[in-house]
């Protein structure tokens, strides 16, 4: 990836090879750290930039991994909006954070509550009108990591209200 100088069409071209790589192995990606060392550098940063023909990557993929039936394709669809995230761009991770707030796995709450708790680290507003919207169906683990830095008595707040 680009971190001196221009984006060429060729680190695009790799860029996109490595991605599709990357998503037709998925299932190989079978444990968090795995997925959490890889998504946002993968699959994030891939979205960032535009392909060899000079247009973005579909940001569609993520709501396609967040639906697929395999845990590991629905936590890469989380994580790898960190990469998003740390650009300001916060609207993916909410999208699908609200499209996996009834998930019955702990490993899918907690990389949900990682990546709001990521979005209030960037703008602590967004964070709260998210919550604000949505503390009520949230699981409690997703809550807890999502208030995690928020001051005490903010964290108080959250808690009692759910």
Not at 3 to 9: E, S
Not at 65 to 72: F, G, P, T
Request: aromatic content about 8%; proline content about 6%; charged content about 25%.
């Amino acid at each position: 990836l680009p971190r001196r100088g221009a984006d060429t069409p060729s680190l695009a071209a790799k860029r996109g090879k490595i991605a599709r790589f990357y998503l037709a192995h998925a299932s190989r990606a079978n444990n968090w750290d795995l997925v959490d060392l890889s998504a946002p550098y993968i699959i994030g940063r891939w979205l960032l930039y535009p392909d060899a023909d000079g247009k973005l990557p579909d940001r569609g993929i993520l709501d396609t991994l967040a639906s697929h039936s395999d845990l590991w394709h629905q936590r890469i669809g989380i994580v790898a909006t960190l990469a998003l995230i740390r650009q300001g761009q916060t609207a993916d991770t909410l999208r699908i954070a609200t499209r996996l707030l009834d998930h019955r796995h702990d490993l899918i709450h907690k990389a949900t509550g990682w990546m709001l708790r990521e979005v209030g680290k960037k703008d602590p507003g967004c964070l709260l009108e998210y919550l604000e919207s949505h503390f009520r169906d949230m699981p409690r683990t997703a809550l807890r990591y999502a208030i995690e830095r928020l001051p005490e008595p903010q964290r108080l707040y959250w808690l009692k209200r759910q």
